[in-house]
């Protein structure tokens, strides 16, 4: 059995350690909560450190983890859900509260509830003394185990040695009826949401959506208007009031904030709210995790996970979010996410290595097209605007599409026969979001150096949408981030078979300098004049050349008609005098003809 001290041991003295180390030994009376010993000496050691310790022990009476951190904090391997939700767990926690209350706090509850603890105990601790404990316990209700409690205390160190904990037990188990029988097919787990936003309440449809692909179900909005976050909260601190009782009130298990949350404030919010906090980015890379499908996407996600988590790991938050599972405790794949600091920087290590192979294979792969081939034209675009179905109808693809946010995580490349026998690479990519987790554009830039390197850029529109300009605005951002925005861009306003705001498209129109077309990707309209636009555009690729061509070299004047645009051909004693446009990859064949 392993001795390990858990939670955040920094800064305790080696005695202190020891001692703690010490508790695992000490065994007990089973029908005691806990010994006097072990409850004094996490008094004396908890009140001089000002530090939360916790002990879990089972039936029989033994330790089964000692930690310094509240109940969620410490690493839970042994105790979590072992039996299953609908039973409990067989563990109880006993935990020190330094500041001398022994109130249960919103945490504790929900620590309480997650891991279906036999009871949860706080010791309220001052100057190496117990001043006071309360004692709490899972009440079912309509022989479930939910989150309804039943409360016991304050009361002394001597009543809670007294109390008569097989008993209230025996009661709990009696009351539990055993799970209906659940159907076998797996039935992906729909966890009830409050979305909470400090700009419009707009914001809150994309958020909703993005919840709703992540697998949550949205209950309620919240939204309170703030020009900056509060440092500790995000939101006012009367507001968090509001939003812990709202979220009893509606049995919600998740919050998800509309922004990316400081490690400080998921952990306040959690220990407020008493819940799963959840921001923008851990659902993005959530949702992403869900979708990856190919290596190179199920490396690049896991990466963005474990690089966002790392400097949250100190928060509870994390832990918390760890016990039960869902949104933000999910690797690619259905495994579930690493949570020990050093495991995460040795993973983090190895998942870079490989993604550095990764993008040298590709950038290999590319170098080998360009020697042969065609300009590269790469689609770019809000999330869902029908890059992969343009890509479809262009290229007779058969790419995956779907009305849902992130349908596409890795690139596709296709030929795409212009007019003029020309041909250009077309490349599909992974949509963009507002907010677009910084993280994550770092870890695919192997994917999206397709972008990146591509000669130009088709900026799909969904036209039909009516936050379009905010729309293009993030796709910008990104591109922005990616080093791009110079590139040459066709901005394409697609589904625009769709009801559209004339007005508004107008206006967006006349805001950006570039070129632009309508499409539908879904009845073909406009899809010629888009191939003709790319057409001029990836012309510049080409070079206008002068030279004599001798008469034995006619395969050559074939090939610049076959392959440019011939401006001038003049049939004279030495040879054929010929002005002509034509592709890069030409240029080596016809070099020595030329006259510079
Ligand atoms: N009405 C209409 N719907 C379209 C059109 N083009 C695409 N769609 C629909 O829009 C949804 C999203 O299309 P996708 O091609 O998957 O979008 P995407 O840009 O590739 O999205 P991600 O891969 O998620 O970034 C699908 O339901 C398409 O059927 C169009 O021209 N008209
Ligand atoms: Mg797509």
Not at 246 to 261: K, P, T, Y
Not at 319 to 337: F, V
Request: aromatic share 4%.
């Amino acid at each position: 059995m392993t001795k390990t001290v858990y939670g955040n041991t920094r800064g305790l003295k080696k005695v202190d350690l020891d001692l703690l180390q010490g508790i695992y030994e000490l065994a007990i009376d089973k029908n005691m909560i806990i010994s006097l010993e072990i409850a004094q000496i996490m008094a004396v050691i908890s009140s001089s450190n000002q530090r939360e310790l916790v002990v879990f022990m089972d039936r029989q009476g033994r330790v089964a983890s000692v930690g310094v951190g509240d109940a969620a904090t410490v690493q839970l391997k042994a105790q979590s859900r072992r039996r299953g939700e609908h039973r409990l767990a067989g563990l109880r926690c006993i935990h020190t509260h330094p500041s001398g209350s022994g109130q249960l706090s919103a945490v504790d509850y929900a620590a309480l509830y997650d891991m279906r603890l036999d009871v949860m105990v706080a010791l309220g601790v001052q100057d190496g003394k117990i001043k006071e404990a309360c004692l709490a316990c899972l009440e079912p209700r309509d022989g479930q185990l939910t989150q309804n409690f039943q409360n016991f205390g304050p009361m002394s160190f001597a009543q809670l040695a007294a109390f008569p904990l097989t008993a209230l037990i025996q009661d709990i188990e009696d009351s539990i009826k055993p799970p209906a029988a659940v159907s076998t097919s797996k039935t992906r787990q729909i966890e009830k949401a409050i979305l909470v936003t400090i700009a419009g309440e707009d914001t809150l449809d994309e958020l909703a959506l993005l919840a709703d692909t992540a697998g949550a179900t949205p209950v309620a909005r919240v939204t309170q208007h703030r020009k900056k976050p509060d440092t500790a909260f995000f939101i006012g601190r009367g507001k968090v009031e509001e939003l812990a009782l709202h979220r009893q009130s509606l049995g919600a298990e998740l919050v998800i904030f509309d922004d990316e949350l400081t490690p400080t404030q998921a952990r306040n919010l959690e220990h407020a709210i008493g819940c799963r906090i959840v921001d923008r980015t851990t659902l993005i890379l959530d949702i992403f995790a869900q979708r990856a499908r190919t290596k190179e996407g199920k490396l690049q996600v896991e990466l963005a996970q474990l690089r966002y988590l790392l400097p949250r790991l100190t928060g509870l938050g994390t832990a918390l979010s760890r016990l039960g599972g869902g949104i933000g405790t999910r690797g690619p794949g259905e495994t579930k996410l690493e949570t020990d600091r050093r495991h995460i920087r040795r993973r983090i290590d190895e998942l870079t290595n490989a993604l550095e192979q990764v993008r040298r294979h590709r950038q290999q792969q590319r170098q080998n097209r360009r020697e042969s081939a065609s300009p590269v034209v790469a689609l770019v675009g809000y999330t869902n605007a029908g890059k992969s179905t343009l890509l479809n109808a262009l290229t007779q693809a058969q790419v995956y599409t779907a009305n849902q946010l992130f349908a596409t995580l890795d690139t596709t490349t296709r030929r795409l026969q212009l007019p003029g026998n020309r041909e250009v690479l077309l490349t599909d990519t992974v949509g963009f979001i507002r907010k677009l987790p910084h993280h994550l554009v770092k870890a695919f830039r192997a994917t999206l150096e397709e972008v990146i390197e591509a000669d130009l850029l088709l900026h799909v529109v969904d036209a039909s949408h009516a936050g379009l300009a905010e729309q293009i605005a993030a796709v910008e951002a990104v591109l922005k981030e990616l080093g791009v925005q110079d590139k040459h861009t066709i901005l394409v306003f697609n589904k625009i078979d769709q009801p559209v705001n004339h007005q508004l498209l107008e206006q967006v129109k006349l805001s950006y300098h570039c070129q632009f077309v309508e499409v539908s990707a879904h009845t073909g309209t406009g899809l010629e004049q888009l191939k003709e636009l790319i057409a001029q555009n990836t012309l510049h690729q080409q070079r206008l050349l002068k030279g004599r061509l001798p008469y034995d070299r006619t395969d050559l004047v074939a090939l610049l008609h076959q392959h440019g645009k011939v401006y001038s051909e003049k049939y004279g004693p030495e040879g054929i005098q010929v002005e002509a446009a034509v592709d890069e990859c030409y240029w080596a064949a016809l070099a020595p003809y030329l006259k510079t």
